[in-house]
């Protein structure tokens, strides 16, 4: 099991450019979630999903889209960047004992 | 919103020192976590504890749930540089999704 992977691993974007953070799991489970992590903030969760075709918003959800086509794909879409969405970003893929397994993170910086 | 305060924010010890950190709240949680996070790397869960007063330990950790479940500690004796990391308390209140932490950044020097 390659369990959560994400992509890209860092980019760069310039204010008002758009794009996707992909995640994946392979442990067929149902609850997903996005978190940003910023500096003496922890991790703040942006948008989750309980299985296939629901999503739900988070915390900090304003200026992100998710969608779940999957039970394996949980996308995090930016609409039009802002340097307040420099960060870094984990996907999370939760077992039905709210156990939670984190991918390895993407980078961002917006300029 | 239930809110998670951690400290210290930052400790800095000697190899083979013992320490604890601390995670506190107002409300109490049906449940808690801890999680260590590397540089470059998401966190990793450690331990989860279900019951007030509940004390687990994983080798050199020793982690403690409060009587009210409002509560947690995290004691590391005779650190190592290994254990040099964030680490992240985070609970889930009844009904509600889990709330992290600040964070608690250690550094063990050799």
């Known amino acids: 099991n390659a369990g959560v992977t994400q992509t890209p691993k860092f980019q760069v974007l310039k204010t008002g450019q758009s794009m996707t953070l992909q995640c994946a799991q392979d442990m067929n489970h149902e609850y997903m979630s996005w978190y940003r992590q910023d500096p003496g903030m922890g991790l703040r969760l942006i948008h989750y999903?309980?299985?296939?075709?629901?999503?739900d918003q988070g915390e900090v959800p304003n200026g992100y889209n998710v969608s779940r086509s999957t039970t394996e794909d949980f996308p995090l879409r930016l609409l039009s960047a802002a340097p307040s969405q420099t960060s870094v970003y984990f996907c999370a893929s939760t077992t039905a004992g709210n156990e939670q397994f984190f991918g390895p993170g993407t980078r961002l910086t917006v300029l | 919103t239930q809110l998670l305060e951690q400290s210290p924010q930052f400790l800095s010890i000697q190899e083979g020192e013992n320490l604890t950190v601390y995670c506190n709240s107002s409300s109490v949680f049906s449940s808690l976590q801890w999680y260590r996070q590397e540089p470059g790397e998401g966190p990793v869960l450690l331990v989860t504890v279900v019951t007030g007063g509940e004390v687990k330990k994983l080798k050199r950790l020793t982690f403690q749930f409060g009587d009210a479940r409002k509560d947690s500690s995290l004691h590391i004796t005779a650190a190592q540089p290994g254990d040099t990391g964030l680490y992240l308390c985070a609970g889930i209140a009844s009904g509600s999704r889990l709330t992290f932490g600040e964070g608690t950044q250690l550094t063990v020097n050799p």
């Open positions: 999903s309980v299985g296939a075709g629901i999503t």
